[in-house]
Nanobody, 117 residues
Framework: QVQLVESGGGLVQAGGSLRLSCAAS????????MAWYRQAPGKQRERVAH???????TYADSVKGRFTISRDNAKNMVYLQMNSLKPEDTAVYYC???????????WGQGTQVTVSS
């Protein structure tokens, strides 16, 4: 059974930094694509960062230059380093993976990030 567990969210002032972690079990992330999404109140869930199994990364325009997605295949972990945080980054952040062999996607339970002005 695939499980994703996020951690690292919290309350931070504008301009601050947070590092989110996603611990995966039931699958080897080394062969899967991994992504971070976020959903703010009243808004649709949006993808903010993505990393392929080969390590290629893409970012939403709103976070380019501020957020960095990375993976540690040995630990089966994915990270999202968030710098220069803005109040508009406030949202629940979700880890997502798409299993290479089946194409099925899985979500974590989410972690709240709140950026105060």
């Amino acid at each position: 059974q695939v499980q994703l567990v996020e951690s690292g969210g919290g309350l931070v002032q504008a301009g601050g930094s947070l590092r989110l972690s996603c611990a995966a079990s039931g699958t080897r992330i080394s062969v899967n694509s991994m992504a971070w999404y976020r959903q703010a109140p009243g808004k649709q869930r949006e993808r903010v960062a993505h990393i392929t199994s080969g390590g290629r990364t893409t970012y939403a325009d709103s976070v380019k230059g501020r957020f960095t997605i990375s993976r540690d295949n040995a630990k089966n972990m994915v990270y999202l380093q968030m710098n220069s945080l803005k109040p508009e980054d406030t949202a629940v952040y979700y880890c997502n993976t798409i299993i290479y062999s089946t194409g099925i996607g899985y979500w974590g339970q989410g972690t709240q990030v709140t950026v105060s002005s």
